[in-house]
């Protein structure tokens, strides 16, 4: 499988390039030339573990021996505290899809697990490093650091606004002590955080040096594990109710996993809807009723993670809204870069659809299904199961994907529930352990002296050479 650019300007690259690049050089982001049709794999998908089913979907999206991807899959999963990987569990007229029993309890470690371990083995056939330079507001700085901690090609450096993310993050990013790992505390905002990243990386010539990359959310393979549970889950409902059609609900920010669902629905699994849930911050939600998507400000919640306007991965799918027309796509985004608006019209295939929970109704929502049914979710997973409830059809079994474990929101549990509900244990042992951080001030220059203080400079990679650097 090649890869193309949104915005059609590169010519198609490899699977290894699209994951090894994050961003194409001409500012768009990346896709398969195609969708690979599974309709007739369903059958014989049904009986698969977690692994086994992985390993099939990675090998229709990856041009690498299948052993090497079943072995990268059985090491990327193996740490999860359930071997089912993502269990369903049935809270009132819902199944819950559990995302969360990674390593850092977020479902960001589905994809930032298998991302590590592809980078490791990317790097070591082809002999290079990787120093990777990330800003976070929370859940990916913990999930990106799990999943590379203590390989040899790779150094990460987090940054995160310091004291300004809760003590749980704090902790389960400095209590990472491998020596290739580096938190920095930046004296500033999280906006401060992603403007050096950005502006670090717009230096080429530095990027290059430093054989830096990223592992934000546009990186393909992130995309590319997640479409992963979306089958796993609807083979376990449809199995347990006899339905043969299901739908997804879905706690939205950055669009990342909900496009997952959509190119599982494209490959050929029976989904009725996708059912986008946002919070207060609604531009996504908006757009899904409306067809104008237009910038709002970004209002914090108590699921902060969802606490977005911008969607990075929206782009992927105005593609396909478009009729993979890259042309139209440039247009459409320099229209939103200068007016920060635009309008498609209403979806015509229908397949999303859309609605928002508050903070009150996210604060009920924990309340009501914890005093009904002794089920605790985390304010992410709240957002998508009010929302689902909203978008019940008898014949089609709700889906609603819970994200992170209550425990990493213990603040909200006790706002919700008046009480300290929500423990686990690897979170209460990590206030005993050693941690480390740097901090610094809110300036490019000064991140830029720090990685040069602690890694020698690559050497020099030329495009022609192999991978273009991210
Ligand atoms: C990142 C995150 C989300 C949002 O996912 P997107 O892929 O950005 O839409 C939702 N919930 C939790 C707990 C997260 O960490």
């Given amino acids: 499988m090649r890869y193309i650019s949104t915005r059609g300007g590169m010519e198609p690259v490899s699977f290894s390039e699209a994951v090894m690049t994050g961003l194409a050089p001409d500012g768009g982001l990346l896709l398969p030339e195609r969708i690979p049709d599974a309709t007739a794999e369903l059958d014989r998908w ?70 590590g371990n592809l980078f490791e083995y990317l790097l070591s056939a082809s002999g290079r490093k990787l120093n990777i330079l990330a800003a976070t507001s929370g859940d990916t700085g913990s999930a990106a650091i799990c999943g590379v901690r203590g390989r040899e090609r790779i150094n990460i450096f987090v940054m995160h606004p310091h004291g300004r993310i809760s003590r749980i993050q704090e902790l389960q990013m400095t209590s ?85 669902g959509y190119l599982a629905a494209r490959m050929g699994l029976p989904v009725g809807a996708l059912v986008l849930a946002t919070n207060e911050n609604d531009i996504l939600s908006r757009y899904f009723s409306t067809g104008v998507y237009s910038l709002g400000e970004v209002v914090p919640t108590v699921s902060p993670s969802m606490d ?21 796509l440039r247009e459409l985004m320099d229209t939103f870069a200068k007016s920060g608006r635009i309008e498609t019209g209403p979806d015509e295939d229908c397949l999303f659809v859309s609605g928002a929970g508050d903070t009150r109704a996210t604060l009920s929502t924990i309340a009501e299904v914890h005093r009904d049914s002794g089920y605790l979710l985390d304010p992410h997973s709240a957002v998508a199961f009010y929302v689902a409830g909203q978008h019940l059809r008898p014949d089609e079994p ?73």
């Fill in 398 to 470: 709700m889906i609603s994907l819970a994200t992170a474990h209550p425990a990493k929101f213990d603040q909200a549990i006790r706002e919700a529930t008046g009480d300290d509900l929500a423990r686990h244990p690897a979170l209460d042992e990590l206030e005993n352990r050693p941690t480390r951080l740097d901090i610094v001030p809110a300036s490019e220059s000064a991140v830029r002296e720090y990685i040069v203080s602690h890694v020698a400079p690559v050497e020099r990679v030329r495009a022609e050479a192999g991978f273009a650097t991210p």
């Fill in 176 to 260: 990472v002590t491998d020596p290739n790992v580096f938190n920095l505390g930046v004296e500033g905002t999280f906006d401060d955080c992603q403007g050096i990243l950005k502006a670090v990386f717009r230096d080429l010539d530095f990027k290059q040096e430093y054989g830096l990359g990223a592992v934000n959310s546009i990186n393909w393979a992130r995309v590319l594990a997640q479409i992963v549970y979306y089958f796993y889950g609807a083979f376990r409902v449809m199995d347990s109710t006899g339905a043969s059609r299901v739908r997804f609900c879905v706690p939205t920010g950055n669009f990342g996993n909900i496009f997952a």
């Fill in 308 to 328: 977005i306007q911008v969607a990075s991965n929206f782009e992927r799918y105005l593609y396909y809204r478009l009729g993979e027309d890259p042309a139209a």
């Fill in 46 to 115: 049904k009986g698969l573990s977690y692994p086994e089913l992985a390993a099939e979907i990675v090998a229709r999206y990856a041009d690498l021996p299948v052993e090497d991807i079943r072995r990268l899959v059985r090491k990327s999963y193996q740490c999860f505290s359930t071997p089912e990987v993502a269990p369903v569990v049935r809270v009132k007229a819902i199944h819950v899809l559990e995302l969360f029993h990674g390593p850092t309890l977020a479902f960001k470690d589905v994809a930032l697990q298998l991302l």
